[in-house]
């Protein structure tokens, strides 16, 4: 037996059993474990990308083997460089590192062709002349068997000619393709001679205008992996049906260790939409600011919301990997962030719809420092001192001029505790010239300061409040989910679905300790949730985005569920 540095590891899924059953039998030499992650350069990655990156770089890392990340840039009229860089980006973000540099199926295109050569020369592809829609119509579908093309049967070296021919340019887009010479009347239809070469007179982000015939995914793929010698190609669910293929392009490969590709089931998340071709579609037509916007399910929109790559992370190791296509919901991904941020973000008062309250028993002139805990569940984090004076802002619905029933707080000639200093009494409204509520004077209890001996004394409400002097003037971006979360295909056009209220902005105040912080600080601001400052942020203007509120939907959902189950 050789010593082999592969870690035995308890499978917690489908794909590390294929694992560790492959380590059992030996397959691949010194039991190594090489995965990647291929993503097309045609768009901004999303949330079920961020599954597949996970999954990928999460075997990479557990069975301390490698993984790379390569582009397949296979298409060169979508792609760009752009793209690109935003997922490197996304990739570093989420916090995985890639073997060696960074690669592309282009840069292998020489050896494709080599190899496109080779299967000729064993009699195993062909060019064929039929258009595309000869080609469709050949192919047959389920019930009818495909009708072989009449050049199918070229003598090798006329097809090595052509194919070098189509290479030289002689030829038009269309007018030859490469096809593999599998079986026209096969049940599986990816069989019956695929495509593995076309003519495309497109210069390539990468290569330029060195080729104009470029391979198909089907063919680049399997190749790719077998030249970056990967062991475990994990892909998503709709290439099962390839699979056959994949196999069938490798027959012939030198190496005889060839990758074995295996399939899990795609992420579907509630309210998100994880299609690339839409995505670019709600940038396009300007329903949201752009692939960063914070309503967006692309890692970049996630990041920008305030996600950290720690909560997406453990999102995606509490889905696990699925052989069966499933739809998350949305509110365990928003219990990933309120879990991670718990215990490591400050808390902070902020009034999202300030209503000013004058103290009228408070001296004028007067101004204390409250000393409040940066975060109640982490005393590491220390305190801050809270500036407290006569005038202050408290949130407008903290207040009923007519309180309805079970409404604690604030009411005329009701009593409430400003949250972390003293009792206060609603002693008169003052309305505008059209009825408005545009201030409250009350009076305070100075022996009720909390921490104090009178500060015992209890009232029903609680609320957070900013004193007015030294409160900073925010902008609130409040997020709703842009698309329902029950979303049943109507006929419509999925962008008429949009949400035209997913975006709410406030003119909020923050007390002043928010000025210490910079841009991609998270908060908690109290009773109002989760917050991030935006890169929006200028010296004059402080803006932050809502990551998400308070209320665990996700706990209500598992409870309701435990429920249905009992009750079954
Ligand atoms: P789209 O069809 O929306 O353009 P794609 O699947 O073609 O997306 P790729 O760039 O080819 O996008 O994907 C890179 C990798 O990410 C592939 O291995 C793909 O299977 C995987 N992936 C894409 N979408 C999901 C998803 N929703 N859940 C899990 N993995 C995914
Ligand atoms: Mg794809």
């Known amino acids: 037996m050789t010593e082999t540095k592969t870690p035995e590891v ?29 993503p097309e350069p045609n768009g901004y990655l999303h949330i079920g990308h961020a ?8 075997l990479g890392e557990k069975y301390q083997g490698k993984t790379n990340l390569r582009f397949d840039d296979t298409n060169p009229t979508k792609e760009d460089v752009e793209y690109v860089e935003s997922i490197e980006e996304d990739v570093h973000w989420l916090g995985f590192h890639w073997d060696g540099e960074v690669r592309f199926a282009s840069d292998y295109f020489p050896q494709m062709y080599e190899y496109a050569v080779q299967l000729i020369r064993e009699g195993k592809a062909y060019v064929d002349d039929l258009s595309g829609d000869e080609i469709r119509e050949y192919r047959g579908d389920f019930n009818t068997p495909g009708k072989e093309s009449p050049y199918r049967n070229r003598p090798i070296e006329e097809n090595l000619r052509l194919f070098e021919e189509m290479k030289e340019g002689r030829y038009a887009d269309g007018e030859k393709v490469l096809r593999a010479k599998i079986d026209m009347a096969s049940p599986n239809l ?13 210069p390539h982000h990468r290569t330029g205008d060195t080729w104009c015939i470029y391979p198909m995914y089907d063919f680049a793929h399997p190749v790719s992996d077998a030249i970056e010698r990967i062991t475990h190609s994990v892909c998503t669910l709709e290439f099962e049906a390839h699979r056959p293929l994949y196999n069938w392009v490798l027959e012939s490969w030198s190496d005889p260790e060839h990758p074995r590709q295996i399939e899990f089931a795609r992420l579907n998340v509630t309210t998100m939409i994880t299609s690339k071709r839409k995505l670019r579609r709600l940038v396009e037509e300007h329903i949201v600011s752009g692939w960063d916007d914070p309503r967006m399910p692309t890692i970049s929109g996630i990041r920008r919301r305030g996600y950290t790559p720690e909560a997406l992370r453990d999102f995606c190791d509490r889905i696990g990997v699925a052989k069966n296509d499933s739809l998350v919901d949305i509110s365990l991904l928003e219990f990933c962030i309120r879990e991670d941020l718990k215990n490591k973000a400050p808390r902070l008062m902020t009034v999202l719809d300030p209503l000013k309250i004058t103290l009228v028993n408070y001296p004028e002139g007067q101004t204390e420092e409250l000393p409040i805990a940066n975060n109640q569940d982490a005393p590491d984090m220390g305190e801050r001192m809270v500036p407290f004076s006569r005038e202050l802002y408290i949130e407008r619905a903290d207040f009923m001029e007519e309180p309805v029933k079970k409404f604690f707080r604030l009411a005329p000639g009701r009593e409430v505790r400003l949250r972390n200093a003293y009792i206060i009494r609603c002693e008169e409204v003052v309305k505008d010239e059209n009825g408005e509520i545009i201030e409250l004077k009350c009076t305070y209890d100075p022996d009720s300061k909390s921490g104090s001996p009178g500060s015992n004394r209890k ?12 409160a900073v003037p925010v902008e609130a971006r409040l997020y709703d989910y842009l698309f329902p979360e029950d979303d049943t295909d109507d006929g419509r056009d999925f962008v008429e ?14 007390e002043p300790a928010i000025l210490d912080y910079p841009v991609g600080t998270r908060f908690q601001f ?7 400052i935006d890169p929006d942020t200028t010296e004059e203007h ?7 509120g308070l209320r665990d939907t996700w706990a209500k959902l598992q409870k309701q569920k435990e429920k249905e189950k009992q009750a079954k």
């Not at 599954?51 to 999460?58: A, D, Q, T, V, Y």
Request: charged fraction near 20%.
């Open 10 to 38: 308890a499978s917690s899924n489908f794909i590390e059993t294929e694992i560790n059953a492959d380590i059992a039998k030996n397959v691949y030499t010194d039991n190594r474990v090489h995965t990647r992650f291929p």
């Open 51 to 58: 599954k597949s990156i996970c999954l990928n770089f999460g």
């Open 190 to 202: 990816v069989m019956r001679d695929p495509v593995l070469y076309r003519i495309l007179h497109v």
């Open 459 to 470: 009232v029903k409400g609680v609320v957070h409040w900013v004193e007015r002097h030294t």
């Open 497 to 510: 679905k949009a949400n035209p209220d997913s975006l709410v902005v406030k003119q909020a105040v923050a």
């Open 526 to 532: 109290i009773r109002q949730g989760y917050f991030v």
């Open 542 to 548: 402080l803006v932050v985005n809502r990551i998400v």
